[in-house]
């Protein structure tokens, strides 16, 4: 398809989110082509495409929606550390989204999202009554 792109995973993701988020628009058919590459990255294991193709599954931006779908990639990016996917997570658990409603689950990963200083799992832990500070 496009060859190896292993080197090329975190600029491609750049151009994905600019072409999509900056333009604010559906993907069409010329940007298919990006969405596959991203596609492929993730598929080779980069965190930062497998967030963005569990957020493509979560809106149905290029892809079918799929909560099952989004919260797959979620976790694969969560389980190397990504802050924002372990927040995502975090929520999807919380919600019951694409997978079976968790507090427990859902606090764990708000608590790994916290710990690299993510403020929104910060509140979300408060919210659960989990005492966590910046400064444990």
Not at 34 to 45: T, Y
Request: hydrophobic share 35%; aromatic share 12%; net charge positive.
């Amino acid at each position: 398809m496009c060859g190896d792109t292993r080197g090329y995973n975190k600029g491609l993701f750049t151009l994905f989110l600019c072409h999509n988020e900056l333009c604010n628009k559906k993907i069409d058919a010329m940007n298919k082509d990006l969405l596959q590459i991203v596609q492929l990255s993730a598929q080779r294991g980069n965190a930062e495409s497998q967030y963005a193709l569990g957020a493509c599954y979560s809106f149905g931006q290029g892809v079918p929606q799929d909560y099952k779908k989004a919260a797959k990639y979620f976790s694969l990016a969560a389980q190397q550390g990504h802050v924002l996917s372990q927040k995502k997570l975090g929520y999807y658990y919380l919600e019951g989204k694409g997978v079976e409603q968790s507090n427990q689950k859902a606090i764990k990963w708000f608590k790994l999202a916290a710990k690299q200083g993510n403020l929104a799992a910060i509140k979300e832990l408060k919210k659960l009554g989990e005492d966590y500070s910046l400064n444990p």
